[in-house]
């Protein structure tokens, strides 16, 4: 997974977090929050992804 491509998918979650958050509870506040969570969890994640490539690399080259 490249950069845009996982640029693009966070947006896209984000916005329908949003909008989903927003259409259940009418509170722009909670939505806002609740994207803020979920980018968040999105970077976190990336950075775990990216960590794991780095030393799956690592391990494959040290054999």
Do not use: C, D, E
């Not at 259409?23 to 722009?28: D, E, H, N």
């Not at 979920?38 to 799956?56: C, H």
């Amino acid at each position: 997974m490249n950069f845009p491509q996982f640029l693009v998918g966070m947006t896209t979650a984000s916005f329908v977090v949003a909008l989903s958050t927003f259409l259940a509870t009418g509170s722009i506040w909670k939505a806002l929050g609740w994207t803020v969570v979920t980018l968040i969890i999105s970077q976190v994640g990336y950075f775990v992804f990216v960590i794991r490539l780095i030393y799956g690399t690592g391990r494959k080259t040290h054999r």
